[in-house]
T-cell receptor
Framework: KQEVTQIPAALSVPEGENLVLNCSFT??????LQWFRQDPGKGLTSLLLIQSSQREQTSGRLNASLDKSSGRSTLYIAASQPGDSATYLC????????FGKGTRLHILP | NAGVTQTPKFRVLKTGQSMTLLCAQD?????MYWYRQDPGMGLRLIHY???????AKGEVPDGYNVSRLKKQNFLLGLESAAPSQTSVYFCASSRLGAQMNTEAFFGQGTRLTVV
């Protein structure tokens, strides 16, 4: 049974800092891993998709890495801004898509 | 491009009533999924389908039924609603797992309250 864990559950950092969110999964037989952002009361916004054959993906200030053999992914956010405040979810896909519980990020102005 | 569309967006049910949530996708995706999201719980998989006419149980299937009679539609049914089913429901679709670019696309969510 696939289990996805995100650490930390919540994080507060001053504006401008770089930060790392962590995601781990128990079964390495996945097709891809996807990072999402969710604002309060809203739907999911896809941030980055890493296929199982890839090691990392970058979009603007975001960089996601994948180490499938160790069951780990990280989401790196550079030069954080108050607008980055949201919940970040990671999800791994085999036939199912299983989510972690998310990291609530608060960027302090 | 409509993507993934959920109907309805909001609904209030009385305990014991039944209802069906509709998920429609126009991307010709093989896989479709239903999730529920409760505070602090992330998204939990209810049921999923890997193709027309097929369904499978996810992490929290009890109290729900699904059907996938057409490739583009995935229906989620509540036969006898309970207050514990008060939640936000999300639908998603994606291409076959073995293909490249298997990004999952999500609907906007359905907020269901059972009183």
């Amino acid at each position: 049974k696939q289990e996805v864990t995100q650490i930390p559950a919540a994080l507060s950092v001053p504006e401008g800092e770089n930060l790392v969110l962590n995601c781990s999964f128990t079964d390495s037989a996945i097709y891809n891993l996807q990072w999402f952002r969710q604002d309060p009361g809203k739907g999911l916004t896809s941030l980055l998709l890493i296929q199982s054959s890839q090691r990392e993906q970058t979009s603007g200030r975001l960089n996601a890495s994948l180490d499938k053999s160790s069951g780990r992914s990280t989401l790196y956010i550079a030069a954080s801004q108050p607008g980055d405040s949201a919940t970040y979810l990671c999800a791994v896909k085999d036939d199912k898509i299983i989510f972690g519980k998310g990291t609530r990020l608060h960027i302090l102005p | 491009n409509a993507g993934v569309t959920q109907t309805p967006k909001f609904r209030v049910l009385k305990t014991g009533q039944s209802m069906t949530l509709l998920c429609a996708q126009d991307m010709n995706h093989e896989y479709m999924y239903w999730y529920r999201q409760d505070p602090g719980m992330g998204l939990r998989l209810i049921h999923y389908s890997v193709g027309e006419g097929t369904t499978a149980k996810g992490e929290v299937p009890d109290g729900y039924n699904v059907s996938r009679l057409k490739k583009q539609n995935f229906l989620l049914g509540l036969e006898s609603a309970a207050p514990s089913q008060t939640s936000v429901y999300f639908c998603a679709s994606s291409r076959l797992g073995a293909q490249m670019n298997t990004e999952a696309f999500f609907g906007q969510g359905t907020r269901l309250t059972v009183v």
